[in-house]
Nanobody, 117 residues
Framework: QVQVVESGGGLVQPGGSLRLSCAAS????????INWFRQAPGKQRELVAT???????NYADSVKGRFTISRDNAKNTVYLQMNSLKPEDTAVYYC???????????WGQGTQVTVSS
């Protein structure tokens, strides 16, 4: 079983930056995939970014060129660097771990990101 805990959310002005962290309970180097999702009020949860055990990454079109997902295996932590933030990026951001190729997932509790002037 994997536990993940998000941190780093907050209030930021449009055009600003935030870095979210997803700390895992154990080694992340062999975890099949770790994702960042977000859910805005009244909307469905959407996939924002993915990083796999091989280091490959993927992004939603809405965040390409602005967000970067990365990992630090020594710290068992995955990061989401968010730049050029827009009000429409406002949401609760969740980290999800998929330890193997099988569809079993472990979610964090989420961290609120608010982009507003």
């Amino acid at each position: 079983q994997v536990q993940v805990v998000e941190s780093g959310g907050g209030l930021v002005q449009p055009g600003g930056s935030l870095r979210l962290s997803c700390a895992a309970s154990g080694s992340i180097s062999s975890i099949y995939a770790i994702n960042w999702f977000r859910q805005a009020p009244g909307k469905q949860r959407e996939l924002v970014a993915t990083i796999t055990s091989t280091g490959s990454t993927n992004y939603a079109d809405s965040v390409k060129g602005r967000f970067t997902i990365s990992r630090d295996n020594a710290k068992n932590t995955v990061y989401l660097q968010m730049n050029s933030l827009k009000p429409e990026d406002t949401a609760v951001y969740y980290c999800r771990a998929q330890p193997t190729i099988y569809p079993r997932y472990y979610w964090g509790q989420g961290t609120q990101v608010t982009v507003s002037s």
